[in-house]
């Protein structure tokens, strides 16, 4: 069975204070409710790891994770944030290829295989998104170009380094929006991609590897979404913002 996960992407939002405040609140309400049979990873801005990492120490199933690492290992490549720095953070789970990543900073399939290599050797699993565009999914073709994303990119591992991998399903046209893909939409695509894994890797990695849905996800409509056969989990943006809302959404997943 795959791990139930529900991740936070807190994206470019709050400065050192209001994250501190969030991840305390959040940790509050996990030490009330605690629903351990699901995997909470919070990811939060690069200079807040450290901190919020070692406020989430002893919270069982809580994680930390970056939003994003570099495609070189080391050296003259001023800004970036290697794996191997967030290693020595003791971080545990990155997310590599978020559309956002992809459209606004440019990131192509070739580049993130790097990452998602540097990564696993570092030690770190990646949250490896994929989604399509509005265009393509109204030309009936999103099916092809989300597997397609695998194939150039993570079906290049070897068995044992994809186990390490949580996909991520999000169509771009979802993202922050409000609208929500359809649940025979999302089930449509998950099943797609569990097959692909199947395919790639045989049954049991694919029922094993944790495939989440992001896009939308609110505490409303959270329990039909994981309900879903082939949904394990969601990563969720502008909803994990608030403490409150973000357990709603855990919760639903259980
Ligand atoms: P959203 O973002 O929940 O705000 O739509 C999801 C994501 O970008 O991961």
């Known amino acids: 069975m795959a791990k139930k996960i529900v991740a936070a992407n807190w994206k470019m939002n709050n400065d050192e204070y209001s994250s501190k405040s969030l991840a305390y609140e959040f940790l509050k309400l996990v030490s009330r409710q605690n629903n351990i049979e699901t995997i909470k990873i919070i990811?939060?801005?690069?200079?807040?790891?450290?901190?919020?990492?070692?406020?989430?120490?002893?919270?069982?199933?809580?994680?930390?994770?970056?939003?994003?690492?570099?495609?070189?290992?080391?050296?003259?490549f001023t800004?970036?944030?290697?794996?191997?720095?967030?290693?020595?953070?003791?971080?545990?789970y990155v997310i590599i290829g978020h559309s956002e990543r992809r459209?606004?900073?440019?990131?192509?399939?070739?580049?993130?295989?790097?990452?998602?290599?540097?990564?696993?050797?570092?030690?770190?699993?990646?949250?490896?998104?994929?989604?399509?565009?509005?265009?393509?999914?109204?030309?009936?073709n999103h099916i092809d170009y989300v597997i397609n994303q695998l194939e150039e990119t993570v079906f290049n591992l070897n068995t044992e380094d994809f186990s390490r991998l949580i996909l991520a399903y999000e169509p771009i046209w979802a993202i922050g929006t409000g609208k929500t893909a359809s649940n025979e939409e999302i089930q449509e695509m998950h099943s797609a991609i569990r097959k692909s894994i199947t395919k790639k890797y045989g049954s049991s990695i694919s029922q094993k590897t944790s495939v989440l849905y992001g896009g939308s996800v609110k505490s409303v409509n959270a329990k039909e979404i994981f309900d879903l056969k082939d949904v394990d989990g969601g990563l969720i943006g502008g909803a994990s913002l608030n403490a409150q809302e973000f357990i709603d959404i855990v919760n639903s997943n259980n």
Do not use: W, Y
């Open 103 to 140: 459209e606004l900073f440019f990131e192509k399939n070739k580049d993130l295989i790097k990452k998602v290599e540097l990564a696993i050797e570092n030690n770190i699993s990646p949250i490896f998104c994929c989604g399509e565009p509005l265009g393509i999914r109204e030309k009936n």
């Open 79 to 92: 800004g970036e944030v290697s794996a191997n720095m967030l290693q020595s953070l003791k971080i545990p």
């Open 43 to 76: 990811c939060v801005p690069f200079p807040f790891l450290a901190t919020i990492n070692l406020m989430c120490q002893g919270a069982e199933s809580v994680f930390v994770g970056a939003q994003n690492c570099s495609s070189h290992d080391k050296g003259a």
